[in-house]
């Protein structure tokens, strides 16, 4: 049996009473880890024995990603003056991290009861723990208002990178893949609207209401917007509740993705 292009040897998994196949291929490329990319969309949920269960098998993603067909602006003086002087900030944080240690995190090993959601290019989307599990190396939200000691931490397929000056005050800069979600709800009993994003929990949860400045590096656009969630980001490091990212110059779809950064003062 083969599946789509692959060309590779399928196995086939019983979910309930529906068969469906599965590229085993893909996690023996990656050892024991979980795989950074798969068929777009595909749910995986590992049973008792750490084996992938596949609840979506996903489907093959485009060669070519749907052209953004928002125009690109061209800078006024005084963005540009501004795009100037945000860059200079960019570079002192990152001239001030050279000195602290750089920390690579690598994909979570699977568990019992682990789902893992993939987006509409075949990129991690999300990893949800079981609830009840209690293993200490969870991979959970900070507590809100917190973040990870001063360093710079890197991780996912397209190079993520965080970088974190300071303790008690400090700076912080995020480079890497931007995304968007639609959850509903919040990390504090609120309404997610327009204008909301949330962060990378595990390494910087900032508190409820803290102005992220998120800037699209593809069209040079910058917007100011409100954390108000935080996710596990396995792949990006800033994530834009729905058609806010018209504020970016972007038309929302569910397979949209933009090379962005934001980043705060604390």
């Known amino acids: 049996m083969k599946i789509g292009n692959f060309g590779k040897i399928a196995a086939v998994v019983l979910v309930g009473s529906q068969i469906l196949a599965s590229p085993i291929s893909s996690f023996a490329d990656h050892g024991s880890s979980i795989p950074d990319k798969m068929l777009a969309g595909t749910v995986i949920q590992y049973d008792e024995n750490n084996n992938p269960v596949y609840l979506e098998t996903g489907k093959p993603v485009p060669l070519q990603k749907a052209a953004d067909t928002t125009l690109y602006k061209t800078l006024s003086p005084e963005e540009q003056s501004a795009l100037d002087e945000e860059n200079k900030m960019v570079q002192g944080i990152l001239d001030e991290a050279k000195s602290l240690p750089v920390i690579h995190i690598d994909n979570p090993q699977p568990q019992p009861g682990m789902k893992v959601i993939y987006d509409g290019e075949g990129y991690l989307k999300d990893i949800i723990y079981p609830q009840d599990q209690k293993t200490i190396d969870i991979k959970s939200a900070l507590p809100q208002g917190s973040r990870k000691a001063p360093g710079t931490y890197t991780y996912g397929a397209h190079n993520n990178s965080i970088t974190i000056t300071g303790t008690s005050s400090g700076k912080v800069l995020g480079t890497g893949r931007g995304t968007t979600f639609t959850d509903t709800g919040g990390d504090h009993n609120n309404n997610m609207k327009k204008g909301d994003c949330a962060t990378k929990g595990e390494i910087d949860n900032p508190r409820y209401d803290t102005t992220i400045t998120v800037r699209n590096l593809d069209k040079d656009i910058v917007y100011d917007f409100l954390k108000e969630?935080?996710?596990?980001?396995?792949?990006?490091?800033?994530?834009?509740?729905?058609?806010?990212?018209?504020?970016?110059?972007?038309?929302f779809s569910s397979t949209l993705s933009f090379n962005g950064r934001y980043y705060y003062e604390f």
């Open 229 to 251: 969630d935080n996710g596990t980001l396995p792949d990006a490091v800033i994530d834009i509740w729905k058609d806010g990212v018209s504020y970016l110059g972007l038309t």
